[in-house]
């Protein structure tokens, strides 16, 4: 047999990431590690010592990102067909690729990986999406930090009954793992609420440009310019468009959501190292049924979102 062709389906592909679903988990991080408001909003210093971080957190997130952009174009060259595939792999090894056993494994090495090779694509285009969008936000806070406002939005925190702390970044990691695991299918909107309140004061900034002081009578520092403003809207755009993008990818149809849970179930299983399993009659039916029972709630919803899209988008022409 050809040397090294069982590692093949990997060979190339790990400047992006040796488990894909680590990508956006990674990018998560680098979006809201350190990120914490400034104890005291008066002090200049604390200030700049918080737009230096936001400022080295914004460089290593755009860095990974764009690492992780180069190694999806090589992975779609590499993957998007049988032909490119075997190209590739005569390019490398020319004498030994050559040879009709070597092109007979290197095909049926294609065909036996290509299914995960997709599926890991398709999570690698998703933490892009979130890079970008953590970057949006990171933008927007260090222009507000800039302009002297004491408290990040993106990083406002809620309380629940418990009187539990929870950071818009951790409300984000933890919905985005439920939908990952498939094990929730409400996980694309249930994020967009669970975030809509630890986002909220973005939203207040976009509509007014000076931020009520905060509770102790200081001000709040210079009103926000056009520049700031213009970037939390289209930060807060995006996480619209992302989260109607996963609704309609998932409830377009009966057979799109039945694909989404199967392929969800998938990943749980290839991530834990289970042997790959065809979900049974009972399982999909169970599926069909669940999206039978949710779609006109999911359908009012994603109206409810295209409404508030198209009411950013004039917001954000007006700015």
């Not at 069982?6 to 990508?23: I, L, Q």
């Not at 408290?151 to 985005?176: L, V, W, Y």
Request: with cysteine; net charge positive; hydrophobic share 25%.
């Amino acid at each position: 047999t050809e040397s090294g062709e069982s590692s093949d389906g990997h060979e190339g592909d790990s400047a992006a990431s040796e488990n894909p679903e680590d990508v956006s988990a990674s990018s998560r991080r680098q979006g809201t590690s350190g990120v914490a408001p400034l104890t005291s909003p008066e002090d200049e210093g604390s200030r700049s010592t918080l737009a230096r971080r936001l400022e080295k957190e914004l460089a290593q997130l755009r860095a990974e990102r764009r690492r992780i952009q180069a190694n999806l174009r090589s992975k779609r060259r590499r993957w998007l067909s049988e032909e490119k595939y075997l190209r590739y792999r005569m390019r490398k090894n020319p004498e030994r690729s050559s040879s009709p056993e070597s092109l007979a494994q290197s095909m049926a090495m294609y065909w036996n990986t290509i299914d995960k090779k997709k599926r890991e694509i398709l999570v690698v285009e998703q933490s892009i999406r979130e890079a970008k969008f953590q970057e949006a936000t990171l933008r927007a806070r260090l222009l507000e930090c800039r302009r002297g406002c004491s408290q990040a939005p993106e990083e406002s925190s809620t309380k629940d009954a418990a009187g539990t702390s929870t950071s818009a970044g951790q409300i984000q990691g933890s919905a985005e793992a439920a939908e990952a695991s498939g094990g929730d299918d409400d996980s694309g909107i249930s994020r967009d609420r669970r975030s809509h309140a630890a986002l909220g004061s973005s939203r207040l900034v976009v509509r007014n440009p000076t931020l009520p002081a905060e509770s102790g009578g200081g001000t709040s520092g210079p009103p926000l310019g056009v520049e700031e403003r213009l970037e939390l809207a289209r930060a807060e755009k995006h996480r619209k468009q992302m989260n109607l993008y996963t609704l309609r990818h998932h409830w377009l149809t009966e057979s799109a959501y039945v694909k989404y849970r199967t392929v969800s179930a998938k990943s749980k299983r290839d991530k834990t190292g289970g042997s790959p399993v065809s979900p049974s009659p009972k399982i999909l039916e169970g599926y069909r049924a669940r999206y039978r029972s949710t779609v006109d709630k999911k359908r009012q919803e994603m109206l409810a979102l295209e409404q508030s899209i198209r009411q950013a988008q004039v917001e954000e022409a007006q700015l």
